[in-house]
């Protein structure tokens, strides 16, 4: 770590602390080793439990859902142990903004229980896999990237548009991890082109996404949007 002086807007000279090249770079790295740790310990867990069960599209949502919910404790728990703040309901002080995301939420949910009743098509095939997507999704990869990972780059990274641009790059990376559920869906015959696209798309998901972490500075905003989002097929 490194400390410098910087000048603030009242003219006086403020003693900044920040992270140097190596540790910049090393951080980077163990952020990297930790999603590709999470995808394979997904992955392995997932294809272990199908060794006992049959494999298909619900049984494939439901181990998922299990292992989501179960990393996404164990990064909550590691984020307090490195005293990293995940800043989830942060700038929700005043009741016009509580009640704003209250208002939001209310929505969102009422969008992801409704959206079945279109289809006409309630059953439980069906309302996994779209809670899956809707909630369990959205929560677990904004606690990983608009939460923990920018938590631990804002600490490194004296510009919080790096810690954005980053992390959005960092999101559609993340992606190639889930080539098995790709493999699913869209076989293996042009699996490479479909996981580039999904890739793509991704990217600009995390840049439209990650833009609500860098102007409103919490991560439940992210949630919303990113439910919305999947509410509608992303």
């Known amino acids: ?33 930790l999603l590709i740790s999470l995808q394979i ?26 292992i ?3 990393l996404t404790l164990l990064i909550v728990y ?17 009741k016009e903004s509580k ?22 098509d309630i059953s439980i095939g069906t309302i996994l896999p779209f809670i899956y997507s809707t909630i369990i999704i959205p ?9 923990y990972i920018w938590g631990k780059l804002e600490g490194e990274y004296e510009s ?15 992606h190639i991890g889930y080539i098995d559920s790709i493999a699913m869906v869209a076989g293996y015959s042009s699996l490479w082109f ?12 995390g840049l439209f996404i990650g833009y609500f972490r860098y102007k409103i500075k919490n991560s439940y905003s992210c949630m919303l949007i990113h439910s919305f989002i999947n509410i509608f097929g992303g």
């Open 41 to 66: 310990i997904r992955i392995v867990v997932k294809q272990t439990t199908f060794i006992f069960i049959k494999e298909n599209n619900f049984n494939d949502c439901l181990i998922s859902m299990t």
């Open 194 to 205: 479909v996981v580039f696209i999904k890739c793509s798309v991704m990217l600009s998901y």
């Open 78 to 94: 590691k984020s307090k142990k490195e005293n990293i703040s995940l800043n989830v309901f942060s700038y929700m002080k005043t």
């Open 139 to 147: 929560v677990y990869e904004e606690i990983i990237f608009r939460s």
């Open 68 to 70: 989501m919910i179960t």
């Open 1 to 33: 770590m490194y400390k410098d002086l910087v000048k603030g807007k009242d003219g006086f000279d403020y003693e900044y602390s920040g992270g140097d090249k190596n540790n910049s770079s090393y951080t980077l790295l163990k952020i990297i080793i």
């Open 99 to 120: 009640m704003y995301y209250i208002l939001l939420t209310l929505l969102i949910f009422i969008l992801i229980f409704t959206s079945p009743l279109i289809t006409s």
């Open 160 to 174: 919080n548009f790096k810690v954005y641009m980053v992390t959005t790059t960092l999101f559609a990376l993340w």
